[in-house]
């Protein structure tokens, strides 16, 4: 047990705990893609969502809003499509610059988040299940994404972006491992 006195710690350290450093590896750099599609449907859809308000209330004579916001309706669509053109510019970069992982031999260990930062290790002897999965866009792009799961919800993990082989290897591997850890402890 450490205790702080002083703006130093007894055990010798600084005043501060050690920082995490950033897992060892990063996704592939198909990723980028990958989230750029997905960020472009979505977009995509609220672009053309906001087109049809616009349409919609211009066409109507819809008075039920203050005049200030009927009068400028036509700009949703701008809005929303350089909304979504800088998301789809931006976020994907990112997201890659950010999401990282590593697999030590007892701790699986994942950073995520945009604006606020996600840093969780999940205990190898926690986990119960290890998924892998592919969605349309990420079998296109020769990606998968390992779900990691423990009795806790917060204790779970998912890492995606991985390129198939290494997803399938991270899976079997952590599957084997977690089911040896529980053996062992019985």
Known sequence: MTSVRRGRRRDGGGPHPPRLRPPEHRVSPRAIA?????YLLLWGLAFGLALGVAAWA????????????????GWLPY????????MVAVAPVWRYRVHRWEVSSDVVYTRTGWFSREWLLVPVGRIQTVDSKQGLIERLLG?????VNTASHTGSSEVSGLPVAVATRLAEDLAH??????DDAT
């Open 79 to 86: 809005i929303v499509g350089a909304a979504g053109l800088l």
């Open 34 to 38: 990958h989230w750029a599609i997905e």
């Open 143 to 147: 990606l998968a994404t390992i779900e």
């Open 177 to 182: 491992r977690a089911h040896d850890l529980r």
């Open 58 to 73: 211009g066409d109507t004579g819809w008075d039920a809003p203050p005049a200030w916001l009927t009068g400028r309706i």
